[in-house]
């Protein structure tokens, strides 16, 4: 069985026309959609109520985050493959089935897998990036990434990723992927699997860089296409995101890779990471808060 997982704020007509395209091309495999709406002031819940009555529909009284959020509907999932889906993208085809059958016919060690994101037009997102180390961020912020592509600056952005070969990819954008029960198992509670203390950003990353750690990998497979609007819940607090995603990735750093040696050095790497938040956001904000 899979479920299909969807986490919403305020995307109440880019979430109806995802409803809609998963109604429109509905697998053949038994499924289940589960939307978690956290908090929408504009009218998502009612919209899923009168328009899905088939959704089993999570109302939150505040907005809890994108990883609790997840971890609602993963609790509440009964499939044996979970898909966690953007509510701003759009199924094309039978991406739903064809997923759940390149999957099922992977190695055992296959544990998740991502499709090929693209814009509306049909243009190629680079949607997967290496794992976040300092090196690869410092690559990104400087610029050497793109200089040097094959070198560890250049280990984050993966300029050089072909997105017309199917292969495995390190950490794909949370955007569409689907796992399977067993390997979330892996590594955790299967019900509960994204650290809550990446509340928005970098919990993916997180969860996909301890499945990998035990041994999981993840499957780009390009002949999947699902097209994605791109932000759309993020765009409407764009200061607060900023600090967000900053500060995601300074716990995801010291989470995974500090040690006695390297903690004065990844704190004041942390250090610059603030900075560079506050000049990409013109001031300070407290970022999100449940």
């Not at 993963?74 to 701003?88: E, K, R």
Request: hydrophobic share 40%; net charge positive.
């Amino acid at each position: 069985m899979l479920s299909v997982l969807i986490v919403n704020w305020n995307t109440r007509e880019l979430l109806r026309a995802c409803l809609r395209s998963i109604h429109k091309f509905s697998p053949t495999e038994p499924y289940e959609v589960i939307v978690v709406d956290n908090a929408s002031t504009d009218g998502s819940a009612d919209m899923v109520r009168a328009e899905f009555p088939g959704v089993n529909l999570i109302e939150c009284r505040t907005n809890s985050g994108y990883a609790r959020g997840n971890n609602m509907g993963f609790a509440a999932a009964q499939g044996d493959l979970l898909l966690t889906l953007n509510p701003d993208t759009e199924q094309v085809d039978n991406v739903l089935q064809l997923s759940v059958d390149i999957l099922r016919a992977c190695p055992p060690h296959i544990g998740c897998l991502a499709p090929r994101l693209v814009y509306p037009d049909g243009v190629t997102q680079h949607s997967i990036r290496g794992w976040p180390t300092p090196m690869g961020v410092i690559g990104d912020a400087t610029g050497l990434g793109m200089t040097f592509p094959n070198s560890k600056f250049g280990s984050y952005r993966l300029k050089s990723f072909d997105y017309l070969v199917q292969q495995l990819a390190p950490q794909p954008m949370g955007t569409f992927l689907m796992f399977k029960r067993e390997a979330l198992a892996a590594v955790g509670d299967p019900r509960k699997p994204f650290d809550e203390g990446f509340p928005i950003f970098f919990n993916e990353v997180d969860l996909l860089y301890r499945t990998h750690k035990a041994g999981w990998e993840c499957l780009y497979a390009p002949a999947l296409r699902v097209v994605h609007h791109g932000g759309e819940s993020t765009k409407q607090v764009r200061k607060s995101m900023i600090w967000e995603s900053h500060r995601s990735l300074v716990r995801y750093l010291k989470k995974h890779y500090r040690t006695p040696q390297n903690s004065l050095g990844l704190a004041l790497f942390a250090g610059l990471l603030y900075v560079a938040a506050f000049v990409r956001a013109r001031g300070y904000d407290a970022g999100f808060s449940a």
